[in-house]
């Protein structure tokens, strides 16, 4: 089974007004909303490939019942810890000329409810995948993303970490299965700048060398490469299309070298797959269809 873990869910709260005015009253001409969180869209996009797997997490008040009730209509298991305090986060995201984001905090979590999460993954086995991504939430404990992945790797369970900064930097001696840093992320980790491909496979190289298996760059309208646990190295331009929406775009890839991995136990597959898939999402309303990422997909491998 597949677990996503989303610390800090969030529901996403889109308002499009042709013009905005600070200080000033301004009525918004559509509103949308959607369920958010990096794990969350890992399963989504998951989902949409057939693929099953299971959210697990924090959920806190109303918003929290509502990203649960979504989650069910579309037929995706969940397991959150719901939390006795607080809301999950509404994340604000106006639309006009240009865009602004007012991104909510979430609520804290009490140590007995990090103590459920936890023992929810101690039930887990080597045959399972675990992506842990995304923010950590407000709680007692110093680094959520160490506690379980060092719970995971005494385990046995492959995991996949798609973080940044102290997170990331955290969990790479437990060797996760998969990173994902965009570039800016590998290069706030490795302190140096890339200005070309050759130099943001070096830096995914030594970023390899500390612990995990494969190291997978998104390059956002440059492509992707990605470095592999079999010494292999691949790179990709991105595919042309119109991009609609970026938001989920790298869970996508995450989801889409998961899917990729388990149907055809190829790394140099599965890339090609996280890409069709990460594409997919950009040239999309929302989380990429199957379809689009199948034709993506056989289009990029020839």
């Not at 984001?101 to 103590?115: D, R």
Request: charged share 25%; hydrophobic share 35%; proline share 2%.
């Amino acid at each position: 089974m597949i677990y996503t873990v989303t610390l800090n869910p969030s529901i996403d709260y889109v308002m499009e007004c042709s013009d905005i005015k600070i200080g000033e009253l301004n009525r918004s001409a559509k509103e949308s909303s959607f369920i958010g969180g990096k794990g969350i869209n890992v399963s989504i996009m998951l989902k949409n490939l057939a693929v099953e797997s299971t959210c697990l997490g924090f959920t806190a008040g109303f918003t929290g019942e509502e990203i649960e009730r979504k989650l069910k209509s579309m037929d995706i298991n969940h397991h959150f810890v719901h939390l006795s305090k607080g809301e999950t986060r509404i994340n604000v995201k106006l639309k006009g000329e240009s865009e602004t984001e007012i991104n909510g905090c979430g609520p804290k979590a009490e140590n007995e409810e990090v103590e459920k999460l936890l023992d929810m993954l101690s039930e887990l086995n080597k045959n399972d995948f675990v992506v842990l991504s995304g923010s950590e939430i407000k709680s007692d404990y110093d680094n959520l993303y160490e506690l379980m992945a060092q719970k995971l790797s005494t385990l046995g369970v492959k995991f996949i970490a798609d973080t940044s900064g102290k997170s990331l930097k955290s969990v790479l001696k437990y060797k996760p299965f998969l990173v994902k840093p965009n570039v800016y992320e590998l290069e706030e980790f490795s302190g140096r700048k890339a200005s070309n491909e050759k130099e943001i496979i070096n830096l995914a190289v030594n970023l390899q060398k500390k612990g995990p298996e494969n190291v997978l760059v998104s390059r956002g309208g440059n492509g992707a490469v990605m470095v592999c646990g079999d010494n292999s190295v691949y790179s990709l331009p991105a595919p042309k299309g119109k991009i609609i929406n970026t938001v989920g775009s790298g869970d996508s890839m995450v989801a889409g070298f998961i899917a990729g991995y388990m149907w055809y136990g190829d790394y140099e597959k599965a890339f090609l797959l996280s890409v069709a898939a990460g594409s997919a999402t950009a040239f999309s309303k929302g989380i990429g269809l199957k379809e689009d990422v199948i034709k993506l997909y056989k289009k990029i491998s020839l």
